[in-house]
């Protein structure tokens, strides 16, 4: 078997184009693709960023639980056969556990608010499609996604900035006293 040409300035290594496999505690997608990051990236007309950190990590974290869930629509068939006939016992305790996070994390947001959130952080679709899908006026899904965001990030405990007490208790210690004269 021949082995690979070594690579040359004339003639560069190849990239192996081999994917590289998602575990599945971490999901693999673009981050580019998303519409979050890209609102992150921006910022509205007082300097702050459209979506804060707080908010970015929540709508990402949402859309991690929607993908382990898998219910990312499919592109094509699916031609393997399903084990189990495709039951509730063919889900994993990881699918069946991200489900159950993406109720949680939806309800406690509310009805009103949550097809925003699935549409944006999970179905990537972007706010001028949102508006026009929703027959809603310009710019106003940015104002509902905001209060999406910040209601599930709340739900999360997630924020900005840290917050605790502003002082923390006085605490003294002292050891025993020790008589010097004693052996």
């Known amino acids: 078997m021949a082995s690979p040409p070594r690579p040359t300035p004339s003639r560069p290594a190849r990239a192996s ?23 992150a990236r921006r910022s509205g007309r007082d300097g702050r960023p459209l979506v804060d950190a707080a908010q970015l990590a929540a709508g990402e974290r949402l859309r ?8 990312t629509p499919r592109i094509t068939s699916r031609w393997d056969p399903t084990p189990g006939g495709g039951g509730p016992e063919a ?9 159950s996070r993406l109720d949680q994390a939806l309800s406690a947001v509310g009805p009103e608010l949550s097809g ?28 509902v996604l ?12 997630l924020s900005v900035t840290a917050q605790g007490r502003a002082r923390a208790p006085m605490r003294g210690w002292s050891a025993p006293e020790v008589d010097p004269a004693a052996p």
């Open 91 to 99: 889900f994993s305790d990881m699918v069946l556990a991200a489900k």
């Open 146 to 157: 905001g209060l999406a965001l910040t209601r599930l990030a709340a739900h999360y405990g």
């Open 64 to 71: 991690a639980d929607f993908t382990r869930a898998q219910l």
């Open 116 to 143: 925003v959130l699935l549409d944006v952080c999970c179905f990537l679709k972007g706010l001028e499609e949102v508006e026009s899908d929703r027959r809603w006026p310009a710019r106003t899904a940015k104002v």
């Open 17 to 39: 184009h081999r994917p590289v496999p998602a575990t599945p505690a971490q999901p693999r997608w673009n981050a580019c693709e998303s519409p979050l990051t890209w609102l």
